[in-house]
Protein backbone atom coordinates (compact mmCIF):
# COMPACT_ATOMS: atom_id res chain seq x y z
CA UNK A 1 0.00 0.00 0.00
CA UNK A 2 1.72 2.96 -1.26
CA UNK A 3 -0.43 5.58 0.25
CA UNK A 4 0.29 9.37 -1.72
CA UNK A 5 3.47 8.81 -4.55
CA UNK A 6 4.17 11.93 -5.86
CA UNK A 7 6.80 12.22 -9.31
CA UNK A 8 9.25 13.65 -10.30
CA UNK A 9 11.14 14.32 -6.41
CA UNK A 10 13.71 16.89 -7.85
CA UNK A 11 13.39 19.05 -10.20
CA UNK A 12 15.35 21.62 -11.83
CA UNK A 13 13.95 24.44 -14.26
CA UNK A 14 14.55 27.53 -16.26
CA UNK A 15 12.54 30.43 -16.30
CA UNK A 16 9.25 29.45 -19.12
CA UNK A 17 9.45 25.88 -19.26
CA UNK A 18 6.51 23.69 -18.77
CA UNK A 19 6.00 20.89 -16.38
CA UNK A 20 3.55 18.76 -14.67
CA UNK A 21 4.05 17.32 -11.37
CA UNK A 22 1.95 14.03 -10.67
CA UNK A 23 0.15 12.51 -7.51
CA UNK A 24 -0.80 9.51 -7.37
CA UNK A 25 -3.06 7.57 -4.47
CA UNK A 26 -4.46 4.09 -3.89
CA UNK A 27 -6.40 4.49 -0.83
CA UNK A 28 -9.75 5.49 -3.08
CA UNK A 29 -9.64 9.03 -1.78
CA UNK A 30 -12.17 11.24 -2.91
CA UNK A 31 -10.49 14.53 -1.98
CA UNK A 32 -6.75 15.69 -3.51
CA UNK A 33 -4.56 19.01 -2.87
CA UNK A 34 -1.76 20.40 -3.84
CA UNK A 35 0.27 22.87 -1.53
CA UNK A 36 3.37 24.51 -1.79
CA UNK A 37 6.09 24.85 1.23
CA UNK A 38 7.76 27.81 1.72
CA UNK A 39 10.35 29.13 4.62
CA UNK A 40 8.35 30.98 6.89
CA UNK A 41 5.08 30.37 5.45
CA UNK A 42 3.87 27.03 6.48
CA UNK A 43 1.77 25.13 3.44
CA UNK A 44 -0.41 27.41 1.49
CA UNK A 45 -2.98 25.56 -0.89
CA UNK A 46 -2.70 26.05 -4.58
CA UNK A 47 -5.47 23.49 -5.99
CA UNK A 48 -8.14 20.82 -4.93
CA UNK A 49 -10.36 18.63 -6.34
CA UNK A 50 -13.24 17.56 -4.65
CA UNK A 51 -13.85 14.32 -7.13
CA UNK A 52 -12.88 13.03 -10.11
CA UNK A 53 -13.51 15.91 -13.25
CA UNK A 54 -13.81 18.52 -10.39
CA UNK A 55 -11.04 20.99 -9.76
CA UNK A 56 -10.52 24.45 -7.99
CA UNK A 57 -9.11 27.08 -6.49
CA UNK A 58 -6.88 27.39 -3.23
CA UNK A 59 -5.12 30.46 -1.96
CA UNK A 60 -2.40 30.29 -3.92
CA UNK A 61 -3.52 29.17 -7.60
CA UNK A 62 -1.94 31.65 -10.21
CA UNK A 63 0.54 30.07 -12.80
CA UNK A 64 -0.87 26.99 -12.01
CA UNK A 65 -3.31 24.32 -13.67
CA UNK A 66 -4.68 21.14 -12.65
CA UNK A 67 -6.65 18.35 -14.22
CA UNK A 68 -8.30 14.99 -11.99
CA UNK A 69 -9.21 12.66 -15.21
CA UNK A 70 -8.82 9.56 -13.14
CA UNK A 71 -10.24 9.83 -9.13
CA UNK A 72 -6.21 8.19 -8.04
CA UNK A 73 -4.59 11.00 -10.14
CA UNK A 74 -4.07 14.80 -9.82
CA UNK A 75 -1.63 16.51 -12.01
CA UNK A 76 -0.02 19.86 -11.30
CA UNK A 77 0.98 22.05 -14.24
CA UNK A 78 3.14 24.92 -14.35
CA UNK A 79 3.21 26.73 -18.15
CA UNK A 80 5.78 29.16 -17.83
CA UNK A 81 7.91 28.45 -15.27
CA UNK A 82 9.01 31.61 -13.03
CA UNK A 83 11.66 31.64 -10.11
CA UNK A 84 8.67 32.35 -7.51
CA UNK A 85 7.54 28.97 -8.61
CA UNK A 86 10.86 27.43 -6.90
CA UNK A 87 9.21 26.11 -3.38
CA UNK A 88 8.51 22.28 -2.16
CA UNK A 89 5.56 20.58 -3.21
CA UNK A 90 3.14 18.18 -1.58
CA UNK A 91 0.05 16.43 -2.83
CA UNK A 92 -2.22 15.35 0.03
CA UNK A 93 -5.66 13.35 -0.53
CA UNK A 94 -8.28 12.37 1.95
CA UNK A 95 -12.24 11.21 1.86
CA UNK A 96 -13.79 14.47 2.15
CA UNK A 97 -13.70 17.87 4.82
CA UNK A 98 -16.50 15.96 7.21
CA UNK A 99 -14.62 15.23 11.11
CA UNK A 100 -13.47 12.05 11.12
CA UNK A 101 -12.55 11.43 7.44
CA UNK A 102 -10.99 15.01 6.57
CA UNK A 103 -7.56 13.89 8.18
CA UNK A 104 -4.57 14.19 5.26
CA UNK A 105 -1.86 11.84 3.69
CA UNK A 106 0.64 13.57 2.42
CA UNK A 107 3.02 12.36 -0.53
CA UNK A 108 7.11 12.61 -0.03
CA UNK A 109 7.51 15.95 -1.97
CA UNK A 110 8.48 17.18 -4.82
CA UNK A 111 11.04 19.95 -5.17
CA UNK A 112 10.98 22.05 -7.40
CA UNK A 113 13.92 24.75 -8.57
CA UNK A 114 13.30 27.65 -11.35
CA UNK A 115 16.94 28.91 -12.61
CA UNK B 1 -10.15 34.92 4.70
CA UNK B 2 -9.36 32.48 7.63
CA UNK B 3 -5.99 33.21 9.35
CA UNK B 4 -3.72 30.43 11.76
CA UNK B 5 -0.83 32.32 13.60
CA UNK B 6 1.84 29.94 15.22
CA UNK B 7 4.11 30.86 17.54
CA UNK B 8 7.13 30.57 18.04
CA UNK B 9 8.45 30.29 14.70
CA UNK B 10 11.34 28.67 15.98
CA UNK B 11 12.59 26.77 19.38
CA UNK B 12 15.84 25.75 20.53
CA UNK B 13 15.76 23.25 23.26
CA UNK B 14 18.43 21.01 25.33
CA UNK B 15 16.76 17.62 25.94
CA UNK B 16 15.05 17.14 29.13
CA UNK B 17 13.11 20.70 28.77
CA UNK B 18 9.71 21.34 28.25
CA UNK B 19 8.52 22.44 24.73
CA UNK B 20 5.21 24.30 23.91
CA UNK B 21 3.96 25.59 20.48
CA UNK B 22 0.74 28.12 20.27
CA UNK B 23 -1.76 28.41 17.50
CA UNK B 24 -4.33 31.10 17.42
CA UNK B 25 -7.21 31.37 14.51
CA UNK B 26 -8.78 34.55 13.68
CA UNK B 27 -12.26 32.93 13.09
CA UNK B 28 -13.74 30.21 15.24
CA UNK B 29 -12.91 26.51 14.18
CA UNK B 30 -14.74 23.41 13.94
CA UNK B 31 -11.98 21.14 14.63
CA UNK B 32 -8.24 21.27 14.58
CA UNK B 33 -5.41 18.93 13.72
CA UNK B 34 -1.49 18.86 14.63
CA UNK B 35 0.91 17.39 12.35
CA UNK B 36 4.34 16.79 12.63
CA UNK B 37 7.25 17.17 9.39
CA UNK B 38 10.76 15.67 10.22
CA UNK B 39 13.65 17.78 8.33
CA UNK B 40 13.31 16.90 4.60
CA UNK B 41 10.41 14.98 5.27
CA UNK B 42 6.20 15.53 5.11
CA UNK B 43 3.93 16.44 7.50
CA UNK B 44 2.57 13.45 9.07
CA UNK B 45 -0.93 13.56 10.86
CA UNK B 46 -0.81 13.61 14.73
CA UNK B 47 -3.84 14.64 16.35
CA UNK B 48 -7.45 16.09 15.84
CA UNK B 49 -9.73 17.85 18.29
CA UNK B 50 -12.71 18.89 17.88
CA UNK B 51 -14.79 19.61 21.77
CA UNK B 52 -14.52 23.26 22.85
CA UNK B 53 -11.52 22.96 26.16
CA UNK B 54 -10.81 19.68 24.66
CA UNK B 55 -7.37 17.79 26.11
CA UNK B 56 -5.95 14.83 24.52
CA UNK B 57 -1.99 13.40 25.44
CA UNK B 58 0.11 10.85 22.91
CA UNK B 59 2.66 9.67 25.40
CA UNK B 60 4.81 12.87 26.27
CA UNK B 61 2.15 15.25 24.21
CA UNK B 62 -0.51 16.99 25.08
CA UNK B 63 -2.83 18.84 22.71
CA UNK B 64 -5.50 21.72 23.89
CA UNK B 65 -8.39 22.81 22.10
CA UNK B 66 -9.51 26.58 24.06
CA UNK B 67 -12.88 26.97 25.10
CA UNK B 68 -13.60 29.53 22.70
CA UNK B 69 -12.74 27.40 19.98
CA UNK B 70 -9.82 29.34 18.26
CA UNK B 71 -6.91 28.70 19.73
CA UNK B 72 -4.93 25.97 20.49
CA UNK B 73 -1.71 24.21 21.76
CA UNK B 74 1.07 21.89 21.31
CA UNK B 75 3.23 20.32 25.31
CA UNK B 76 5.78 18.21 24.64
CA UNK B 77 7.15 17.31 27.89
CA UNK B 78 10.98 16.64 28.48
CA UNK B 79 11.78 16.55 24.85
CA UNK B 80 14.34 14.40 23.34
CA UNK B 81 15.95 14.33 19.99
CA UNK B 82 13.50 13.05 18.33
CA UNK B 83 11.25 15.50 18.56
CA UNK B 84 12.85 17.59 15.85
CA UNK B 85 11.20 18.74 13.22
CA UNK B 86 8.28 20.99 12.18
CA UNK B 87 5.12 21.30 14.23
CA UNK B 88 2.11 22.10 12.14
CA UNK B 89 -1.31 23.34 13.24
CA UNK B 90 -4.53 23.39 10.41
CA UNK B 91 -7.21 24.88 11.30
CA UNK B 92 -10.47 23.94 9.50
CA UNK B 93 -13.56 26.52 9.86
CA UNK B 94 -17.48 26.30 10.27
CA UNK B 95 -19.23 25.30 7.39
CA UNK B 96 -17.74 23.71 4.55
CA UNK B 97 -14.31 25.08 4.93
CA UNK B 98 -10.49 23.09 3.97
CA UNK B 99 -7.79 23.18 6.13
CA UNK B 100 -5.73 26.59 6.90
CA UNK B 101 -2.46 25.76 8.20
CA UNK B 102 -0.30 27.38 9.93
CA UNK B 103 3.07 29.21 9.65
CA UNK B 104 4.88 26.10 11.46
CA UNK B 105 6.89 25.90 14.36
CA UNK B 106 10.75 24.94 14.34
CA UNK B 107 12.05 22.64 17.05
CA UNK B 108 15.61 21.98 17.40
CA UNK B 109 16.48 19.68 20.60
CA UNK B 110 20.33 19.59 21.41
CA UNK B 111 21.70 16.32 23.27
Known amino acids: NAGVTQTPKFRVLKTGQSMTLLCAQDMNHEYMYWYRQDPGMGLRLIHYSVGEGTTAKGEVPDGYNVSRLKKQNFLLGLESAAPSQTSVYFCASNWGHLSGANVLTFGAGSRLTVL | GQQVMQIPQYQHVQEGEDFTTYCNSSTTLSNIQWYKQRPGGHPVFLIQ?????EVKKQKRLTFQFGEAKKNSSLHITATQTTDVGTYFCAGRGTGFQKLVFGTGTRLLVSP
Open chain 2, 49 to 53: LVKSG
